[in-house]
């Protein structure tokens, strides 16, 4: 299966491409987001544990 889009075949394509779309963002939103996002990991790694 080929496909035009590059972020099916690179996946560090799209890592870059967040990182500059976090980089662009303001420091509050980015503070929600890593706020969200630990928590959200937390929560996964916890129930993983169980």
């Known amino acids: 299966m080929i ?3 590059p ?3 690179d996946p560090s394509w799209l890592i ?9 963002l303001d ?9 969200s996002f630990t928590a959200g990991l937390h929560n ?3 129930r993983q544990a169980y």
């Open 16 to 24: 870059i491409h967040l990182f500059v779309m976090l980089h662009r």
């Open 7 to 9: 972020t099916l075949t």
């Open 44 to 46: 996964l790694l916890t």
């Open 27 to 35: 420091n509050a939103t980015k503070d929600r987001l890593f706020d």
């Open 3 to 5: 496909s035009s889009s």
